[in-house]
């Protein structure tokens, strides 16, 4: 979910897509401070266990829906 939601961001700033570890790198670059993504990408590439926090989810989904909204 995490990184879909890097997908759609960068597709809705950019229109253009990418892969999922593209799109997370490209918000990081946007926004540094998000936990969710950077758990995310540890549990992508290198270690499936790893915990994504479920506030720091809420906190991106929040960030990405405000940054995606029409208008």
Known sequence: MVLTACRI??????NAHCSKAQAARWALGRRHR????RQAIEQYERDPATVVDEHAIAELLDHVLAATAPG
Request: hydrophobic content about 70%.
């Open 34 to 37: 998000l936990t969710a993504v």
């Open 9 to 14: 961001w960068h597709f809705a700033v950019e």
